[in-house]
């Protein structure tokens, strides 16, 4: 009889989430964990990242979903390495699908992995995947509520995007709903506007990116 | 020490979900769970519901979150009786939170139960909580191909509600392409359009509840 117990999961996840960053670390290498909703637009995130910011980083991605690999190849279309896990059901991704999906990279010409998880504002918060950095995305679509009704999220996380700007026009979104809410649940968080569709903000978005290779560089010295 | 198995919480879900569709058939009331990702407009959809089939049956709904109370109190203003549960972090509601709650409501008043559970497309779906159907409610911003990447999901449900139509006109998304992956991965279920927001489809919408209570009517004959 096999036991699965949930808190002895996440500290061996742990532990290989600490593997994970050593052996990132060792290489040069800075890992992105991007978390958000279904279809908030994590996999257009990265695409506007790439195309931004490409000259400036060589990138890797490793795309999370319960099936299809689709978002592997929109991101291979870019001339960019990407992995595809499929979870089989599972959602969220862990640490040892991390790890194994490392093999089928060659981390000598990666300096930024981004990792695309399962599109859920809960469960993959838990799970640490040896990144340097988390990026949570909400989109606009969504609602401004999201903050509130999704704590453990925004509250794992380093930078908040908001997403799909170009639809405000057509929702009620108040954007000061979202910055009030973290500023009571994550102080110091503060919700960087984007279009990954009209390229508003992704100049914004590099930056983060910029910001946290230029502490990692540093950190590495 | 305490051992949870994963194997065995599903095991006693389903024992406690029983338990509940008996205590509900035998008051005459019927479930609907309703399941979608975060913000593609469940709480939207029941508002909708209830201002148009209001007149022909006595609904109540348990709103199921990780934190605050903010759906619970929208239904209220309707005049609906509302229950929130919140998970404080769980991902989704079980048989245990519902019947828990069913304490806080009058079952004679009560015809259609609609449980909106946590925003989550993947593990809300292993969890039965003594519903007679399942309906999965998916937004247009959340695009086109969220029934191949979370398959489990759509697997599991009766019925599939595509809202937010009034924001196609914005928006790249081909229902075809939701047809065509309902149709591999779950025969017989065909998307009905609405909006929550403009009442297209509503009426249609009414008419899925209609049906269901029609049988249910039958079955308890």
């Known amino acids: 009889m096999k036991l699965v117990v949930s808190k002895d999961i996440l500290k061996v996840n742990?532990?290989?989430a600490e593997i994970i960053g050593e052996k990132l670390e060792n290489r040069g290498?800075?890992?992105?964990?991007?978390?958000?909703s279904p279809g908030c637009g994590k996999t257009a995130l990265i695409e506007?990242?790439?195309k931004n910011a490409g000259d400036r980083f060589k990138f890797a991605v490793i795309e999370g979903d319960l099936a299809t690999s689709r978002d592997a190849e929109r991101i291979e279309k870019l001339n960019v390495p990407a992995v595809q896990i499929n979870t089989g059901g599972g959602c969220h991704l862990d640490a040892n699908m991390v790890l194994t999906a490392l093999d089928d990279l060659d981390l000598d010409y990666v300096d930024v992995l981004l990792i695309e998880n399962v599109g859920n504002l809960v469960c993959p918060a838990a799970f640490k995947l040896g990144e340097r950095k988390r990026f949570a995305a909400l989109s606009v679509p969504?609602?401004?509520d999201k903050v509130a009704k999704y704590p453990t999220m925004?509250?794992?996380?380093?930078?908040?995007?908001?997403?799909k700007i170009d639809l405000m026009a057509y929702l009620?979104?108040?954007i000061r709903r979202v910055e009030n809410d973290l500023s009571k649940l994550a102080p110091g968080l503060k919700p960087l506007l984007v279009s990954?569709?009209?390229?508003?903000?992704?100049?914004e978005?590099?930056?983060l990116i910029e910001k946290a290779w230029n502490e990692f560089q540093k950190a590495q010295r």
């Open 48 to 50: 506007a990242l790439v």
């Open 29 to 36: 290498v800075m890992a992105v964990n991007i978390l958000g």
């Open 154 to 163: 925004f509250q794992s996380v380093d930078a908040v995007v908001v997403n």
């Open 196 to 203: 990954a569709k009209t390229g508003e903000g992704i100049v």
């Open 14 to 16: 742990d532990k290989i």
């Open 172 to 174: 009620d979104f108040d």
């Open 205 to 207: 978005f590099s930056g």
């Open 142 to 144: 969504e609602g401004d």
